[in-house]
């Protein structure tokens, strides 16, 4: 698979076969991920293989934070217990979990907020980068991913469920595995170039 093949045919997989991905194999997507773009020479990312006996206790504990969320947001009961479910079942089920996390020790230490700001998004565009390199290549060799953005709204429930280091911030989830044989993505809309590329 050619690179613009592997960019236009990458899509979110959220069914997937209950096939094991060997680790061998999510190990040379690490490394892809590692050949990402990143500011100063760094590598500002931990990327933390989640076995099945750690995700009952990251469940809780983002379940407990999402809990009190939606509760404040006034989300009937109901509602609320149907959305836990779901992203329980995919965290608890997907046949390999990746935690991706932004680690910020290479930053620079600028003395003031305007360009602390600016480092973090390079560091963060980084951690992007990688994750899509990651993705891509898993599509080339067969296989699906999907992100899940959860974890960047309960960081500290997340440290502390996976006794994860102080300076990390965990902020995705990365589902990995073969996709299920009825999974039939819907086509993609046609990107709206007009408005979204100027020239100036």
């Keep these: 698979m050619d690179v613009a093949e592997a960019v236009r045919g990458r899509r979110s997989v959220r069914h997937f076969s209950p096939c094991p991905v060997p680790r061998e194999t999510i190990e040379e997507l690490v490394q892809a991920a590692c050949l990402a773009p990143a500011p100063h020479h ?8 989640l076995s099945q006996k750690v995700r009952t206790a990251l469940v809780q504990a983002m379940e407990e934070a999402w809990q009190r969320d939606l509760a404040a947001d006034g989300v009937p009961p109901a509602q609320a217990e149907a959305l836990l479910r779901r992203s329980r079942q995919r965290i608890l089920f997907s046949p390999a979990l990746i935690l991706c996390c932004l680690d910020m020790a290479q930053a620079r230490p600028w003395p003031d907020p305007r360009r602390q700001r600016a480092e973090r998004d390079m560091f963060v565009q980084s951690l992007g980068a990688a994750i899509q390199n990651l993705q891509l290549l898993a599509h080339a060799k067969g296989l699906g991913t999907c992100i899940m953005a959860a974890p960047a709204f309960c960081q500290e429930d997340v440290k502390r469920a996976l006794a994860l280091p102080q300076d990390w911030e ?28 100027k020239e100036l």
Excluded: C, K, N, T
């Excluded at 965990?170 to 993505?185: C, D, E, K, N």
């Design 170 to 197: 965990p902020l995705f989830l990365l589902q990995l595995g073969y996709p299920h044989p009825s999974h039939r993505p819907p086509p993609r809309p046609p990107s709206p170039l007009d408005a979204i590329f």
């Design 42 to 49: 760094s590598r500002p990312w931990q990327f933390v293989l």
